[in-house]
């Protein structure tokens, strides 16, 4: 990841609605080079319809992305080449066979990579001869994900890839994501519900809510801006009613307190009834409670708006 | 990989993915072929059911193939692949193609077979074809627009269906609104139009539906409007401010370029009273035909809507042969012809039914087939296009049996054998005997025989004068649809001058 390259892919001012109904508003978007970007949000908030717009397979009605630095609608044949997209429920021609797919697929692609197609056949434990329609939905997401990392491209997009896949294929798609970030400056923008999954890959979050990109930045910034602290009160103290402007949740079970904090200047002041209270750890926070942080925050804010 | 080959690439994979159809598809053309080219005789039963299978088996190789790579399906594998929406769209053209090409091969020597002119052959040739290709567009537009087999299937018969219905209630509109499926010239822009929006879908990779069903509905409103304002009428003549007062003669002879110098026809209009004078003649022959009396009258938008009974009395007369008809006349600007005479264009558009029942009954048998064995309800339509718009439409139509050697309506060749019904004594015209044949044809959906009458009338008498044998006629063209059946399509150029 190279912060000095321009983003490869450029969001500004993206609008797009169904019917009266406003599904992304002014949406502003950078994903840098290089970055494994997971793009997160609550159910109905737009990943989709942005992954769509930005792989080019919906039609703009506002605002414009860029991809490469050229618009979605004009990227030539040879950009094209170099982005692949997983769509969620992807359809897959399933008369064919594993093999026949390969040999239809790799002609579209000059980079089409051979042998990272065959390691990646194997890795998923995927049979060549058999007919795509025969295979499991788990199979299926590991062929879809085949064909997007063979071809060897600069931006690989994927829309909700763990979507309804036991663990082990979640782990074999996890595996297979990391192939795909390994990859000399490939570029991966991924939706996902599957927080925990995608944690050890994701070097870049992004929040959607509302229509809108609420937070988009490094993980390690984000997680350097929030701490877990836990605390062992003396006596089982009634939770205040409102919480410290810097405490994003807190959870009390039994004389302990777990608190997700934001760290600002004030960080560390406690409320006057935990002010005997010790502090028995302090850790940094996962994804999944960083997104529930960045969602509460919103939530937060809007109501205070 | 340029846009070339990724056509050629994906037609690749369409012919993989439809290869047993495929197979079925050549076994069946090989099928009407043979039946086509007689090589199957007597021609079994199962003979008659070859073309619309074939017609069926290439509508569900067109839906599959086309529904594979769907444009309105923004989960459709190709939409996530770098193929260019106008490579996609060629593949699937040049899959049609293909499948309109396969049985043209053998269609071509079907019609050559008869040792025809080359130019009528090819002309008989590209007709199937456009017919034929026509209904595979129509499939291959019904699958664009959605995803589902019954969706498509849906998409298909309710376009027939509308279609049908404009048909029915515009059959004295012009061709546009009388539907596409016609295989007019009207149709052929409706179809272009409609391929054009596919070529838009495309380009534009997933285009929402709503803006396909508006565009539809936008071209069906526009042409139906189109066609049903007073537009694409024409006023009346300033010298003829109204039917109802004006007489209208029509009395110059027409020539129709297929019937050479053989019937020529004569109309006199006048007012609400139209009465017709037709006028046959050749070298010796001249036969006049029976006057009608209007019925019904409207006239609206330049149209004069005439609704007649005519007798035809002077043929047989003791065997009236009636019929109910339709006139529309639309009234074109005045122009002059190359001789310099006022010439206004009428169009006509008629129904004649004619029923004689018993008359097939008295028929010879054919010296070399048994051609007819029950009842003829003979249908034919003539276009008749003259000046500007003007054009003549009359329905004739033509129904019979064979002795089990097929259907006529399947293009096999045979003899005909024609006898007007007449008493030795009072007969007028008598034709004992019409040598025919029909053109086998391997295209489904379309039955291009051609006809070949050669008519002799050895001891026919008008009036009691002896008729020496007339020239030969041309039919040029018959058509087989499935949704008017027996309609043969002549199509003749005459100019009516109007006075």
């Known amino acids: ?305 | 990989m340029n846009a070339f080959a990724t056509m050629l690439h994906v037609l690749r994979k369409d012919l993989r993915y439809a290869r047993w159809w495929l197979l079925a598809y050549l076994i069946l053309t090989a099928m009407a072929t043979a039946v086509a080219m007689e090589l199957l005789l007597p021609r079994p039963r199962w003979s008659q059911a070859v073309p619309p299978l074939l017609w069926a088996v290439g509508a569900l190789i067109v839906v599959f193939v086309v529904q594979a790579d769907a444009p309105t399906n923004s989960r459709a594998f190709w939409t996530s692949r770098p193929i260019h929406g106008l490579a996609m769209l060629a593949s699937k053209l040049l899959l049609v193609a293909l499948l309109v090409g396969v049985p043209a091969i053998p269609q071509w020597f079907t019609v050559r077979e008869f040792g025809d002119e080359r130019s009528i052959a090819v002309g008989f040739l590209l007709t199937s074809v456009w017919w034929y290709a026509q209904w595979l567009l129509l499939c291959a537009i019904a699958s664009a627009v959605t995803t589902r087999f019954v969706s498509a299937l849906g998409v298909m018969l309710g376009s027939v269906a509308f279609f049908a219905l404009c048909n029915f209630l515009f059959q004295h509109q012009l061709s546009s609104v009388r539907g596409a499926l016609s295989g007019n010239a009207w149709g052929a822009i409706a179809m272009i139009g409609v391929g054009a929006l596919l070529v838009a879908m495309y380009r534009l990779r997933p285009i929402q539906r709503r803006w396909i069903a508006a565009s539809i509905l936008f071209a069906t409103v526009a042409m139906l409007g189109f066609t049903t304002s007073t537009a694409s009428a024409v006023e009346v003549p300033a010298e003829t401010p109204s039917l109802a007062r004006a007489r209208l003669a029509i009395t110059d002879v027409l020539r129709s370029s297929a019937f050479g110098d053989w019937p020529q026809l004569s109309v006199s209009a006048a007012g609400m009273d139209v009465r017709y004078r037709y006028t046959f003649t050749t070298d010796s022959l001249a036969l006049t035909g029976e006057t009608g009396v209007v019925q019904r009258t409207r006239h609206y938008g330049g149209l004069a809507h005439l609704r007649y009974f005519v007798r035809m009395d002077d043929w047989t007369a003791e065997r009236d042969s009636a019929y109910l008809g339709d006139l529309v006349i639309p009234l074109r600007p005045s122009r002059s012809d190359s001789l310099g005479r006022s010439l206004t264009a009428v169009r006509l558009s008629g129904r004649v039914d004619v029923s004689r029942p018993d008359a097939l009954a008295t028929l010879p048998q054919s010296q070399t087939r048994t051609l007819y064995d029950g009842g003829a309800r003979v249908e034919w339509t003539g276009i008749i296009p003259g000046y500007g718009f003007s054009s003549l439409y009359v329905t004739y139509p033509v129904d019979w049996t064979t002795d089990g050697n097929g259907m006529a309506r399947f293009g096999h060749r045979y003899r005909v054998r024609l006898v007007w019904p007449a008493s030795a004594d009072t007969a007028l015209m008598r034709v004992p005997e019409t040598s025919g044949r029909y053109a086998g044809s391997v295209l489904p959906g379309v039955n291009l025989g051609k006809v070949h009458w050669s008519m002799a009338l050895p001891d026919a008498t008008l009036r009691g004068t002896p008729i020496p044998p007339l020239a030969g006629a041309q039919i040029q063209l018959i058509r087989w649809t499935p949704l008017a059946q027996y309609p043969v399509v002549m199509e003749h150029a005459i100019a009516l001058p109007l006075r």
């Not at chain 1, 983003?7 to 290089?34: C, H, M, T, W």
């Open chain 1, 1 to 305: 990841m190279n912060d000095s390259l321009p983003p490869v892919i450029a969001v500004r001012g993206l609008s797009y609605r169904f019917g009266k109904q406003s599904i992304l508003n002014a949406l502003e978007l950078d994903v840098p080079q290089g970055a494994f970007y997971a793009l997160l949000g609550a159910n109905g908030a737009g990943k989709t319809t942005l992954l769509q717009l930005i792989a080019g397979a919906r039609p703009m009605q506002q605002g414009s992305a860029c991809v490469f630095g050229t618009s979605v609608s004009r990227l030539t044949m040879g950009q094209r080449q170099q982005l692949t997209y997983v769509a969620e429920g992807q359809e897959l021609p399933e008369w064919m066979t594993l093999a026949q797919l390969e040999a239809y697929c790799a002609p579209l692609y000059p980079a089409w990579d051979r042998t990272l197609a065959a390691s990646l056949r194997k890795r998923f434990d995927l049979d060549a001869t058999r007919r795509i329609g025969a295979m499991s939905r788990g199979q299926r997401m590991k062929v879809a994900l085949m064909c997007a990392l063979a071809p060897r491209p600069r931006l690989i997009i994927m829309d909700e890839p763990f979507t309804g896949m036991d663990v082990v294929v979640k782990d074999d798609l996890v595996r297979g994501l990391l192939d795909a970030a390994s990859l000399e400056g490939a570029t991966v923008l991924l939706s996902t519900h599957d927080i925990a999954e995608i944690e050890p890959l994701a070097d870049w979050v992004g929040f959607l809510e509302g229509g809108r990109v609420a937070v988009s930045a490094p993980l390690d910034e984000l997680r350097a801006r929030y701490k877990r602290v836990e605390l062992l009160t003396s006596d089982a103290t009634p939770m205040p009613a409102t919480l410290p402007t810097h405490w994003v949740s807190a959870e009390h079970a039994g004389l302990r307190l777990s608190v997700l904090m934001e760290q600002t200047a004030q960080g560390g002041e406690l409320p006057p009834q935990y002010r005997n209270a010790t502090q028995i750890g302090e850790r940094e926070v996962t994804l999944k409670e960083l997104y529930i942080a960045l969602a509460t925050g919103n939530r937060r804010q809007e109501a205070t708006v």
